[in-house]
């Protein structure tokens, strides 16, 4: 049972590249979302999504874009990357409940913008 | 504007004590409270959750207190264990699970 699954684990990028970070999860959970950690920061909200075709802006959504084609699979891009942008991020997903359903994450992908 | 505070950043507690790990918010419309626990290099795993309808709700070692006239919440964990050092984050949620607003984390060292 992999639950969520992010690739790549690191990345190095340069100031101007862009790149897609994959986020997938095999749980047939509806809501998906992204996060970025940084130190002093705590985790701040991206971008989420509440079912597939369906995504929204969260607190920090400038220079990032995403899309959800399929229930499984929410990829998040960066447009052109620049060193403000370097952090970890962690993809969740969670039932559509209102009840205290927890969100899962996955392992985190640390991104190095030089 | 944080609107979830941890004000502590790192805490020392003996192996077996109790640990207390605190957490403020301001926003009255958070419906349900939720605690993670971060190893390095990991994500965040799923602790206990509490609903702002109660105030308490308990898991084995952990408990989870609600205070909604303070706007604070707690989690104790008794006892204490090498292998809960971690970093604790306090998580909110409004209305919806896709949504958290997150604490800064505390750092937990149980030393034996």
């Known amino acids: 049972n992999a639950g969520v699954t992010q690739t790549p684990k690191f990345q190095v990028l340069k100031t101007g590249q862009s790149m897609t970070l994959q986020c997938a999860q095999d749980m047939n959970h509806e809501y998906m979302s992204w996060y970025r950690q940084d130190p002093g920061m705590g985790l701040r909200l991206i971008h989420y999504s509440v079912g597939a075709g369906i995504t929204d802006q969260g607190e920090v959504p400038n220079g990032y874009n995403v899309s959800r084609s399929t229930t499984e699979d929410f990829p998040l891009r960066l447009l052109s990357a620049a060193p403000s942008q370097t952090s970890v991020y962690f993809c969740a997903s969670s039932y559509p409940s209102r009840g205290g359903t927890e969100a899962f994450f996955g392992q985190g992908t640390r991104l190095t913008v030089v | 504007d944080q609107q979830v505070k941890q004000n502590s950043p790192s805490l020392s507690v003996q192996e077996g004590r109790i640990s207390i790990l605190n957490c403020d918010y301001t926003?009255?419309?958070?419906?349900?409270f939720l605690w993670y626990k971060k190893y390095p290099a990991e994500g965040p795993t799923f602790l206990i959750s509490i609903s702002s309808i109660k105030d308490k709700n308990e898991d084995g070692r952990f408990t989870v207190f609600l205070n909604k006239s303070a706007k604070h919440l707690s989690l104790h964990i008794v006892p204490s264990q090498p292998g809960d050092s971690a970093v604790y984050f306090c998580a909110a949620r409004s209305g919806t699970a896709s949504k958290l607003t997150f604490g800064t984390g505390t750092r937990l060292q149980v030393t034996l």
């Open positions: 926003n009255s419309m958070f419906d349900y």
